[in-house]
């Protein structure tokens, strides 16, 4: 119960840049419109019955909880926190077709499977958006990691566009700058950043995300990146070794501890064994390189997930759509022209 005392607390003194908005949406940190408990008397039930949902679809493959929650991320980074993910075009690609993450993006059926539950209890009441940041929340809860509360209110957008995906999302061979860059036109902090990195604690990626950069270093020929741990390169490249299908092969982005939300992924990026190029990224800036090896050192988590709620709140604020606009759909997979 301190804990949670204490995120909220967290939540209602967080400061916030000021930005021009975008029409129609919330002003990008701002948060206008959003509230804890937006559906305590619309819908009272709705983060309980999300939270039962997400029990079952955990329980069934636990690979899904982080697949839904690097769902958070490819919604808020595009267009803001607005559902737009989920939206399907017969005329045009959106961005749930933007390649890479086209082919290994996942959790679409499972947020259906969630609306298609509150539609029930309350029909056209909870947003795709806002099921799609719970969703993420839980998951994160059912990993061991905090349960945190989050803001809800938000309406869904109408657009979903493949250029946006490919402009808006940081790559996984991102340096520190660009990382830097992706995240402060989002307002977005370096503390941010490297907090939201720790997601990374759970899950597991393909090696065509990897590979080229981390074991290849771009040349082809085996030459691997020499801030990789020369003692974790080797079965990296069994892993990922050439003949194997790259788009298939899927590898701990945590190793050891790729189903528990922890801070072993700072103990790994510390030892130089962080998976991709924009993990090895968070040593080569002295603010998030300390905040590693703080977290790295750590013994209790108790400040990470304090840290964690904060930055997860601020990232579901970005760019969000609020009050009359947008809309609550039915299905969240429609299709839009």
Not at 46 to 64: Q, S
Not at 107 to 135: Q, W, Y
Not at 164 to 190: E, H, Q, R
Request: glycine fraction near 8%.
């Amino acid at each position: 119960m301190a804990l949670y005392v204490i995120i909220v607390r967290l939540l209602v003194v967080a400061a916030v840049a000021s930005v021009l908005p975008v029409p129609g949406r919330a002003a990008a940190g701002a948060g206008a419109g959003l509230a804890i408990g937006f559906y305590n008397e619309t819908c009272p039930r709705a983060e309980e019955l999300v939270l039962e949902e997400m029990r079952d679809i955990v329980h069934e493959d636990k690979t899904l909880g982080p697949a839904l929650l690097r769902l958070l991320f490819h919604d808020c980074f595009v267009r803001g926190c607005d559902g737009s993910i989920m939206l399907k075009s017969k005329s045009k690609k959106g961005e749930r077709d933007a390649m890479p993450m086209s082919a290994s993006l996942r959790g679409f059926d499972e947020v259906e499977r969630i609306k298609a539950k509150l539609e029930d209890a309350c029909p056209l009441t909870v947003s795709c958006a806002d099921i799609i940041i719970m969703a993420a929340r839980d998951a994160v809860y059912l990993t061991n990691g905090p349960r945190f509360p989050v803001e809800t209110g938000r309406r869904d957008g109408k657009v979903s566009l493949c250029e946006d995906a490919v402009n808006d999302l940081a790559p996984p061979n991102a340096n520190i700058v660009d990382l830097k860059t992706y995240f402060s036109v989002k307002n977005l902090s370096w503390k941010d950043l490297v907090v939201l990195s720790g997601s990374h604690t759970i899950g597991r990626a393909q090696c065509v995300a990897f590979a080229a950069d981390r074991l290849y270093n771009n040349s082809g020929k085996g030459v691997q990146d020499p801030t990789l741990d020369k003692a974790y390169a080797p079965g990296l490249r069994e892993l990922c070794e050439p003949g194997k299908k790259k788009d298939e092969t899927k590898v701990e982005m945590d190793p050891g501890s790729p189903d528990g939300f922890d801070l072993s992924y700072y103990k790994n990026v510390y030892g130089n064994r962080g998976l991709f190029v924009s993990d090895q990224a968070l040593l080569d800036d002295k603010w998030t390189q300390h905040y590693v090896a703080r977290m790295a050192a750590a013994e209790s988590t108790e400040e990470y997930f304090q840290d964690y709620a904060a930055a997860m709140i601020n990232m579901g604020r970005m760019e969000v759509i609020t009050g009359d606009n947008g809309e609550i759909r039915k299905f969240c997979s429609a299709y839009v022209d």
